[in-house]
């Protein structure tokens, strides 16, 4: 049980190139492409202020970047967890959406169902899933009672929590924003996740990719 509250600033990695391709990246390692790293300076810059007591970071290059940004401007090190990592979709990485549609269709339908015990593409179900980033996400909660922390982690996860802290089942259809390098907020307590705001942008406002050089 948790004695205060807990900040907890949600973040998405920024943009990699196959983010811009539609390919399902999972637990395949992706940089961040020139635009993911200018959205995570942005992001750094535009939580410069927050007094943040920890760092804590999926283990893949792309999340790990982007909190190495917001780590640079806090002087704080980035605590690596595999936990935070992104769903593992096994055969489905690498490809697009298209593609699975087209080589496995019956899976791809049973994944668009988020069917909650499913293991999409040979790799994990949304109930291991789901389990597994809130274990996560308590464990770094749990270390720093009535103080702010921030989790960087990926796209699957931020939706995992968002449902945790709105009480959304996991099959439900989704109809919220998963941006990169957006800030989402959340408070934590003995009574789990409740839901701040969500997918503040504001700090990448003119960004794009075509005034970052590649």
């Known amino acids: 049980m948790l004695e205060e509250a807990t900040r907890v600033i949600l973040i998405r990695h920024g943009e990699t190139a196959w983010n811009r391709a539609t390919r399902i990246q ?12 200018a959205q995570a300076h942005r ?3 535009a939580l410069a202020d927050e007094p943040l007591a920890a760092i ?22 980035v605590q690596l967890d595999g936990g935070l990592r992104e769903r593992a979709f096994g055969r489905f990485e690498g490809l697009s959406w298209e593609e699975i549609a087209q080589a496995y269709p019956d899976d791809a339908t049973r994944w668009r169902r988020r069917e909650p015990d499913f293991p999409v593409g ?3 179900s949304l109930t291991v899933f789901s389990a597994r980033c809130l274990q996560a996400a ?38 919220w924003q998963l941006g990169n390098a957006t800030i989402n907020r959340l408070l934590a307590s003995s009574e789990g996740f409740t839901l701040v705001g969500w997918n503040d942008d ?13």
């Open 26 to 37: 999972g637990h395949t390692d992706i940089p961040l492409s020139p635009l993911g790293l």
């Open 43 to 45: 992001l750094a810059e």
């Open 56 to 77: 804590y970071a999926s283990d893949l290059s792309r999340a790990r970047q982007t909190a190495e940004a917001l780590a640079g401007v806090h002087r704080l090190p």
């Open 122 to 124: 040979g790799g994990e």
């Open 138 to 175: 308590t464990r770094a909660v749990a270390a720093h009672p009535g103080q702010s922390i921030a989790l960087v982690a990926h796209g699957g996860v931020l939706d995992c929590l968002y449902r945790a802290a709105t009480r959304t089942a996991l099959d439900a259809p989704r109809s």
């Open 202 to 214: 504001r700090h990448l406002a003119g960004l794009a990719a075509d005034d970052v050089a590649a």
